[in-house]
T-cell receptor, first 114, second 114 residues
Framework: EPEVTQTPSHQVTQMGQEVILRCVPI?????FYWYRQILGQKVEFLVS????????KSEIFDDQFSVERPDGSNFTLKIRSTKLEDSAMYFC????????????FGPGTRLTVL | GESVGLHLPTLSVQEGDNSIINCAYS??????FIWYKQESGKGPQFIID?????DKRQGQRVTVLLNKTVKHLSLQIAATQPGDSAVYFC?????????????FGAGTQVVVTP
């Protein structure tokens, strides 16, 4: 069964450093998303992406965040200058259609900012 | 404003019993809801969804009920098993320009006891 994959599973970085989180969505999916989950809290929407551009972003997704689909299979989330409060699980998701269609989530990357 | 919330933070269930997890939403215009299961250290896993033109939908051992009058949905798990121990989230799908945004509730921890 196709699934969303994410690398690395755990990333430790120093405050102020740049990190890139990588995702490989399900191959025939066209819509891509990033969410985050701070430990013990609910999952929060960050950004949706379609046709090589951002469709919607939340207030969390400020100028320090960016997304890119550098090739036909990868989808990345970059944080330019990490802050302590960026420590969280970051989940990538993808779906085949917009609107009423299921989003399938990857296993997540745990980001720890020291 | 729009919100999705859960009534109980923790539900303890004896193995073999049925579980019922509840969720309230506030946006009467919401038309699509999804239940996700999240096991420790993993990403949200799709369980079942329901559209607003339905009152009930059944899957394998799971049933989702939607009551639009009181803006409430529930997830019923039949014959709960140890593998059902997880956090369960209801999520509301955005509309219009927020078509891609899933808004998650706080989650209910289900603990299955022998």
């Amino acid at each position: 069964e196709p699934e969303v994959t994410q690398t690395p599973s755990h990333q430790v970085t120093q405050m102020g450093q740049e990190v890139i989180l990588r995702c490989v969505p399900i191959s025939n999916h066209l819509y891509f998303y990033w969410y985050r989950q701070i430990l013990g809290q609910k999952v929060e929407f960050l950004v949706s992406f379609y046709n090589n551009e951002i469709s919607e972003k939340s207030e969390i997704f400020d100028d320090q965040f960016s997304v890119e689909r550098p090739d036909g299979s990868n989808f990345t989330l970059k944080i330019r200058s990490t802050k302590l409060e960026d420590s969280a699980m970051y989940f990538c998701a993808s779906s085949n259609q917009r609107g009423l269609d299921t989003q399938y989530f990857g296993p997540g990357t745990r980001l720890t900012v020291l | 404003g729009e919100s999705v919330g859960l009534h109980l933070p923790t539900l303890s269930v004896q193995e073999g019993d049925n579980s019922i997890i509840n969720c309230a939403y506030s946006n009467s215009a919401s038309d699509y809801f999804i239940w996700y299961k999240q096991e420790s250290g993993k990403g949200p896993q799709f369980i079942i969804d329901i559209r607003s033109n339905m009152d009930k939908r059944q899957g394998q051992r799971v049933t989702v009920l939607l009551n639009k009058t009181v803006k409430h949905l529930s997830l019923q798990i039949a014959a709960t098993q140890p593998g059902d121990s997880a956090v369960y989230f209801c999520a509301e799908k955005g509309q219009g320009d927020s078509w891609g945004k899933l808004q998650f509730g706080a989650g209910t921890q289900v603990v299955v006891t022998p």
